[in-house]
């Protein structure tokens, strides 16, 4: 019963250097998504991906991009850490995109120094 | 977009008592609504949703209400205990459509205390 894995857990980086985010599901859905989870903002979507080959812009994408590997994983990636990305970043998955129950991986703490 | 707003931000109260959050969205075509917990370190967890056409929803000691003309429905937990101690999230989306994505309230951070 994995469900939604994302790893690593905890990551430190300096500024100006990149970083992936893995993701990967269990549940055969089609659509994932990157949330970033900030003190009093709630959860804001990054990006997302509809169907395996799609990927669309959230909320807030800027220094972010990402990768739909396969129908299992999607990626997220830092290419330029800036201190003002130091978040906890969720993965999800659903059903598909049209509103059904997500489903949460356990989240991956990174701090920008 | 969808809009939803979500209050109190935190809230406190004595094991045994009731504890409600409070849910307000902006889209009228919204038409299914989630509650999420969040505990402590930990991804968000479904604990129940609620879809239009109906005003109440209960499992055990959780219920959620819809009222659809003043768009806003309610988390209510009743005899809580020291593991209801978390983040609610409420969210709202137009299940069923292309444009069907959650949008999410801010949280609300419960603490039961014993």
């Known amino acids: 019963n994995a469900g939604v894995t994302q790893t690593p857990k905890f990551q430190v980086l300096k500024t100006g250097q990149s970083m992936t985010l893995q993701c990967a599901q269990d549940?055969?859905?089609?659509?994932m998504y990157w949330y970033r989870q900030d003190p009093g903002m709630g959860l804001r979507l990054i990006y997302y991906?509809?169907?395996?080959?799609?990927?669309d812009k959230g909320e807030v994408p800027n220094g972010y991009n990402v990768s739909r590997l396969n129908k299992r994983e999607f990626s997220l990636r830092l290419e330029s850490a800036a201190p003002s990305q130091t978040s906890v970043y969720f993965c999800?998955?659903?059903?598909?995109?049209?509103?059904?129950?997500?489903?949460f991986g356990e989240g991956s703490w990174l701090t920008v120094v | 977009g969808e809009n939803v707003e979500q209050h109190p931000s935190t809230l406190s109260v004595q094991e045994g008592d009731s504890a409600v959050i409070k849910c307000t969205y902006s889209d009228s075509a919204s038409n299914y609504f989630p509650w999420y917990k969040q505990e402590l370190g930990k991804g968000p967890q479904l604990i129940i949703d609620i879809r239009s056409n109906v005003g109440e929803k209960k499992d055990q000691r959780i219920a959620v209400t819809l009222n659809k003309t003043a768009k806003h429905f309610s988390l209510h937990i009743t005899e809580t205990q020291p593991e209801d101690s978390a983040v609610y999230f409420c969210?709202?989306?137009?299940?069923?459509?292309?444009?069907?994505?959650?949008?999410f309230g801010r949280g609300t951070q419960l603490t039961v205390w014993p």
């Open positions: 999800a998955s659903a059903w598909d995109r049209t509103g059904n129950t997500i489903y």
């Open positions: 969210a709202a989306s137009r299940r069923g459509s292309t444009l069907g994505r959650l949008y």
């Open positions: 549940m055969n859905h089609n659509s």
């Open positions: 991906s509809a169907s395996e080959g799609t990927t």
